[in-house]
């Protein structure tokens, strides 16, 4: 159908992208659906515990075979072969729609595609794009501390053109420049695998051991969301880390390489952006350091702000 009809109260979503980035981006306008309409969201098992404690779902799903009975309309996320085959199999007679249809690729805005695609679905009027957020409930509120100021670092990268291979340089400069009305930087590395073993051990243990804390390797995504989320902020490659720094709040700088930061940042966000036309290693050490130290004040000031809430 064209419009989801207005006598829909329990819709499923039906979302097959395993991306952490892509599941925060396209998901962002489920806050614009209908208080009316109840939301069952079917996601991958590894995304799922993103979403578990999101306060607009009434359930979320990781098994198509234990999935609620009271359904009355089914929301793909696009038209892949999966997602059509639970549509016909397990709902035939339902009325459905997608969010994107046979469109895919990742050089497109998703945020503001999926806020126009849900207000096109529901036939509402045109606003300011919803933001990406995540609800992680109450372990997922901000812990502040006066003594530091934590700044969320991700190493290591699937492919050796999207890392960042001055670590150890930049973020000396960092601590060498900083400045003295701010708590003194303490940085919390994150990240996954053999490529961020070597990346913390390039920092070298010594540097470490004295501004920092090395948590690699951790468990559940979610609560490496509320550990991104107990950061003042982020620094660190265009990845899975800046998203979930998005959706939590957590201000920061995301180096881009090649990709247009528009394709993932809302304009008036909080997370500034550092691109290189080229490969990653374009961007020296000095040109990262002095970014982020250039908008530190404004991370302050979203800090304090939260403080005070």
Not at 72 to 84: N, W
Not at 112 to 118: G, K, L, S
Not at 133 to 144: H, P, Q, R
Request: proline share 6%; glycine share 8%.
């Amino acid at each position: 159908v064209e419009r989801v009809p207005a006598s829909v109260r329990a819709m499923l979503w039906v979302y097959t992208s395993t991306r952490v980035g892509d599941a925060i981006m396209d998901l962002a306008p489920r806050l614009l659906v209908p208080r009316r309409v109840e939301i069952d969201l079917l996601i991958a098992p590894a995304l799922a515990p993103l979403f578990a404690t999101d306060r607009r779902l009434r359930d979320v799903h990781t098994d198509p075979n234990a999935l609620p009975a009271d359904l009355d309309f089914i929301l793909l996320d696009g038209f892949r072969s999966t997602a059509l085959r639970l549509k016909a199999k397990r709902y035939p007679q339902l009325p459905f729609a997608s969010m994107r249809g046979h469109n895919a690729g990742d050089r497109f805005d998703r945020t503001a595609f999926a806020d126009r695609r849900m207000r096109q679905l529901f036939g509402l009027p045109g606003a300011e794009v919803a933001a990406p957020t995540l609800d992680l409930g109450d372990a997922g509120g901000k812990v502040f501390e006066e003594e530091r100021f934590r700044i969320a670092v991700p190493l290591g990268a699937r492919l050796a053109r999207l890392r960042h291979a001055q670590w150890k340089e930049t973020l000396s400069r960092i601590v060498l420049a900083w400045p003295n009305n701010v708590a003194p930087p303490w940085f919390r590395f994150f990240g996954q695998g053999e490529s961020a073993r070597k990346d913390l051990a390039a920092i070298g243990n010594d540097f470490v051991a004295a501004h920092g804390a090395a948590e690699l390797d951790g468990g559940e995504l979610r609560r490496t969301a509320s550990d991104v989320a107990e950061c003042d902020a982020f620094l660190g490659v265009e990845g899975s880390l800046m998203h979930l720094a998005v959706g939590v709040g957590t201000p920061g700088l995301a180096l881009f390489a090649r990709t247009d930061p528009a394709y993932a940042l809302r304009p008036a966000g909080t997370m500034r952006a550092l691109r290189s036309t080229g490969d990653l290693a374009e961007l020296d050490a000095a040109k990262v350091a002095d970014a982020f130290l250039g908008a530190l004040p404004g991370f302050v000031r979203a800090r304090r702000a939260e403080a005070d809430l």
